[in-house]
């Protein structure tokens, strides 16, 4: 395993047998790029801060109750950790309710969540300690607990989704006990707060761009739908399943749908949200209204309401649910070149994104393949209207603020506002001139 000059001349400096655990190891042995580098060690945090003390290193507590630091030098950052044991109370809360420090290694490996996760490696001695066999589980492909199963999910239920997300990114297959344990105690995630299910779903959505695992982020929600995990945490994605379609334009139902949208989506998580996401409106919609034109704005507003509640970020929201919300525009092509060109000037900012979600709903229909016809046509519209000069927003028009003076205080937004709806095919108005006269002339044309 590869060590770097830092973390050698950090070894120098240790009184104790110093290794690297975790991810990285796993990663190095598994062949794929290694990022982070966590250390563990006997020594207690008080006696590594007083040991670099005076060195080129410096080292700052992270969490004194777990005995964590955070440890720089020569460029590099490290996150070290005490060996210790950890105690929880019970429903799987997620954070340690105490812990003890002084253990040897096979208690600190065993109090881990995965074997994958317990390999360590010695700085000093260059040899990799396996205290409860990681390393065959690699060789195997196989997902295990370093401890029984029941008592690991019962300690942090989020394990549940780290599971999923390391089965999918890593292309493992979750040991049966695990399995059938995680689907078992699976409420128990009704236990962890909303920031922690998010980053572990966001993990999830984009697993195979980490390791290049093809379609890790398709069987990653599968294996959410295995385990009974998806109505928890994607319900309205769950009640896809099994909702019949139109056969003549879809070969799948919609959650099949759904999946097929999603897995054409490049890992970009506003786009993957967006694809997995964007027919959820088609239930409620045909119950509501015994058909499913309106589940494009159905699906933006339970899209919205769920991304809020999973506490994810107002623009990120925002920008989903808007692509969810335009995600039908023009499907047949047959909106006239104004309709068009008025779409673009509102939307311009999203048209790029919409047209990658039309064509992956295009090609997650099952029925048809290529490019989408209209989205194609947005991007050429948005094309032709950068280069014939049109103005996207007031502040690109040939007149300002200044030049509107002259008409009631009342008109004046209206007015700029109107001015630049007119420009987006009036090629009369994006001169100064024309723009002007539109001007003088809204009282009485507006």
Not at 78 to 106: K, L
Not at 124 to 129: A, C, D, I, N, W
Request: aromatic share 8%; hydrophobic share 40%.
């Amino acid at each position: 395993m590869f060590v770097s000059k830092a973390l050698l001349k950090l070894r120098k400096l240790w009184t104790a047998p110093l290794y690297i655990v975790g991810g990285a190891v796993r990663d190095a042995l598994l062949g794929y790029s290694v990022s982070d580098i966590d250390l563990a060690s006997p020594l207690l945090p008080e006696e590594v801060v007083k040991l670099l003390d005076g060195s080129p290193f410096s080292a700052k507590p992270n969490s004194v109750k777990l005995g964590t630091l955070g440890i720089c030098g020569f460029g590099e950052k490290f996150e070290y950790t005490a060996f210790r044991s950890d105690s929880y109370a019970d429903g799987g809360h997620h954070t340690p309710a105490s812990v003890e420090f002084g253990v040897s290694i096979f208690e600190d490996a065993k109090r881990r969540d995965f074997t994958a996760n317990s390999i360590y490696f010695d700085i000093g001695k260059g040899e990799f300690v396996d205290p409860v066999g990681g390393m065959g589980d690699l060789e195997r492909r196989i997902l295990r607990t370093a401890r029984a199963p029941e008592e690991v999910i019962d300690e942090d239920a989020l394990r549940i989704l780290r599971m999923v997300r390391f089965s999918a990114k890593l292309g493992f297959q979750p040991d049966a006990k695990l399995f059938q344990a995680a689907k078992a105690m699976r409420l128990n995630l009704n236990n962890i707060v909303p920031d922690r299910i998010r980053d572990e779903l966001v993990g999830i959505m984009l697993s195979d761009a980490e390791n290049g695992v093809k379609n890790a982020h398709v069987r990653g929600i599968e294996l959410m739908r295995e385990l009974g995990v998806l109505e928890l945490i994607l319900p309205e994605v769950a009640a896809c399943i099994g909702v019949a379609q139109n056969p003549r334009w879809h070969r799948y139902d919609v959650y099949g749908h759904l999946l097929k949208t999603y897995e054409n989506t490049p890992p970009e998580l506003e786009l993957r949200l967006a694809g997995l996401l964007h027919d959820i409106g088609k239930p409620p919609a045909g119950s509501a209204k015994g058909r499913t034109a309106e589940h494009p704005d159905f699906g933006a507003w339970l899209a919205g309401k769920r991304l809020g509640e999973l506490r994810f970020s107002g623009k990120l929201t925002d920008r989903v649910s808007e692509l969810i919300r335009l995600h039908m525009f023009d499907l047949r092509g047959d909106v006239s070149e104004k309709e068009e060109r008025l779409f673009v000037l509102e939307h311009y900012k999203c048209i790029p994104e919409l047209v990658i979600l039309k064509n992956a709903d295009r090609a997650g229909s099952g029925m048809r393949s290529g490019p989408s016809p209209a989205g194609e046509r947005l991007l050429n519209t948005l094309a032709a209207m950068k280069k014939e000069g049109v103005a996207f927003s007031v502040g690109e028009l040939k007149v300002n603020g200044n030049d509107v003076m002259k008409l009631q205080p009342a008109l004046r937004g209206n007015a700029l506002r109107s001015l630049l709806r007119r420009n987006a095919f009036d090629p009369e108005v994006r001169t100064r001139e024309g723009a002007l006269k539109y001007i003088r002339d809204f009282p009485r044309n507006g």
